[in-house]
């Protein structure tokens, strides 16, 4: 019972690791970057050029300002994809969201990340 109990904790765990996907920043990636934080706010910048993507990942409520726009493909976790043309000047105002992107373009957008 007790290894039937761990493995399902186990699965757990990893399930949800999936689901809500991960921090960005862990994965190094040259086109983002920190611009600031404190414990309530994130800002970030994505500089992607065409081709470039990002591994899954989650980002909690966020405002996206774009500086340059272009195309951008999200993947969603239920394997759903949109291509979306941000265009320069637009601020949006996005919910959470576990996804991963490709740069269709070259983009310039600055997130910030509203922390809990």
């Given at each position: 019972m007790r290894k039937m109990i761990g493995l399902v904790g186990s699965l757990f765990l990893l399930c949800s690791s999936i689901a809500f996907g991960q921090d960005a920043m862990q994965y190094g990636l040259k086109h983002l970057k920190v611009l600031a934080e404190d414990e309530k706010v994130r800002v970030l910048k994505y500089t992607p050029e065409k081709g470039d993507k990002t591994p899954v990942h989650s980002h909690p409520s966020t405002v996206v300002y774009v500086i340059k726009g272009g195309k951008v493909r999200f993947?969603?976790?239920?394997?759903?994809?949109?291509?979306?043309?941000?265009?320069?000047?637009?601020?949006?105002?996005?919910?959470?969201?576990t996804h991963t992107d490709e740069a269709l373009d070259d983009l310039e957008v600055v997130l910030v990340e509203l922390k809990k």
């Open positions: 993947t969603m976790p239920d394997g759903s994809v949109r291509d979306v043309e941000l265009k320069t000047g637009d601020t949006l105002l996005r919910p959470p969201v």
